[in-house]
Every structure is written in C-alpha cells, then in structure tokens.
C-alpha cells in the first residue's frame, strides 16, 4: 500500500497550484533524490518509487548533480592507492 505524505503551505497558496501534477511530480522528484543524495534509498529504490528506469534515474541524478556513487574518504584513499600500485 502507497505511503500518503502530507505537506502543508501557507492558505495563500492557491488551491489550483496545490493539484498541479507537474508540481507534485517534480516535488516527488526532489524528495527521492535528497533521500538518495543522504544514502537512505537505494538507486534502484529511487528508480522505482519515482516509476523510471534506470537509465532515465542516472540521467535525473545528473540534472540535479547527486552522485552516482559515494564513496567514504578511507575507500576513495585505498582506491587510488591500490590504481597507484599498479602503475
């Protein structure tokens, strides 16, 4: 069963902006992506909660710079070490 979140505006906002299903898509869209970003969803995750495939994720990713891989600082260290070896 689909989760329902709920977001609140101020009452200036007018009620036709608040269906407004480009809007929704994108604000559905910036949600995923900072849960990504955060490492809380995985790719294929956010692929499918957004409905894409994952040629079309990797191209979103790119428009709104999230990395496509996020190495901590000790892995990204032992990976140029180990290309450094074997040079």
Known sequence: MPKQIVLEFPTELPERSA???GAL???KEAMVLELLRKGQV????AAE???????ALGDLMA????????FPPEEL???????EKRR
């Open 19 to 21: 269906r407004d299903k």
């Open 25 to 27: 898509k994108k604000g």
């Open 42 to 45: 995985s790719q294929g995750k």
């Open 49 to 55: 909660l957004l409905e894409i495939d994952r040629w």
């Open 63 to 70: 428009k709104h710079d999230v990395p496509m891989a996020n």
């Open 77 to 83: 260290r032992r990976q140029r070490e180990d290309a």
